[in-house]
C-alpha cells in the first residue's frame, strides 16, 4: 500500500526565525540561514504545516518575512496555520505562563483522514511544548541569530531520509544528529 505523504509541522520562534519587537509596532524577523533551502528541500517529501504559540499578528508578518526573503509562501502552502489560540497554557509556581501544543489536536477527524498520527512530525526547539506528545517532536536547537548556524541543512537531511519510514512517531528521533 501506498505510504500517506507525511506532515511536518513547523514551530516559528527561535527555529525559523528569530522575530524583535522595536520601536512602537515594528517587528523585525531575522530568518535562520538556509531557511529558503530548508523550505524547498522538506516540501518534496512532507506536506507542511505551522504551529506557534505566538498570536496570529506575530504569525502573519513572519510569515510575509519568509515570503519576501525566500519565495516561499508558506500561508499558501500549509495545511494550516495554528496559533496561541489552538495551544492550552498553564502556569507554573513563579507565576510564569507556559503554552503546550496538545497533540490530540492531530486527532482531528478532517487532519486524521489525511495523515494518520504516525505521519506526522513536529519539529519544535521546546520539548515541553509536545509533553503530550513526544513521538511527533523533532527537537531542535533554538535560534537567536548566529550567522554561521548550519542546523537547517542537517535537518533537511534528516527529514528527507527518514520520510518513508511508516510509523514516524515510532521511530527514536532523540539525538538525531549522530544518525546522518
Ligand atoms: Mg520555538
Known amino acids: 500500500m501506498l505510504l500517506p505523504r507525511p506532515l511536518l509541522v ?3 520562534d527561535e527555529t525559523p526565525w528569530h522575530g524583535e519587537l522595536g520601536e512602537a509596532t515594528q517587528v523585525t524577523f531575522a530568518l535562520r540561514p538556509h531557511l529558503g533551502f530548508f523550505l524547498q528541500a522538506v516540501a518534496q517529501a512532507y506536506d507542511l504545516a505551522v504551529w506557534t504559540a505566538a ?3 506575530w504569525l502573519q508578518a513572519g510569515l510575509q518575512a519568509i ?3 525566500t519565495g516561499v509562501d508558506l500561508a499558501a502552502q500549509a495545511v494550516f496555520l495554528w496559533d496561541r489560540g489552538r495551544c492550552t497554557w498553564r502556569r507554573d509556581e513563579a507565576g510564569a505562563l507556559h503554552f503546550r501544543k496538545p497533540a490530540r489536536k492531530f486527532r482531528a477527524r478532517w487532519l486524521r483522514a489525511r495523515y494518520p498520527r504516525e505521519r506526522i512530525l513536529a519539529v519544535d526547539d521546546l520539548a515541553a511544548n509536545y509533553a ?3 513521538g511527533h517532536l523533532v527537537r531542535v536547537t533554538p535560534w537567536t541569530g548566529a550567522p554561521d548556524d548550519t542546523e537547517r541543512l542537517d535537518l533537511a537531511r534528516y527529514l528527507l531520509q527518514i520520510a518513508p519510514v511508516p510509523d514516524l512517531r515510532a521511530l527514536e528521533k532523540r539525538g538525531w544528529r549522530a544518525r546522518l
Open 55 to 57: 498570536g496570529n499578528d
Open 10 to 12: 513547523l514551530d516559528l
Open 67 to 69: 515570503k519576501h526573503e
Open 132 to 134: 503530550c506528545g513526544y
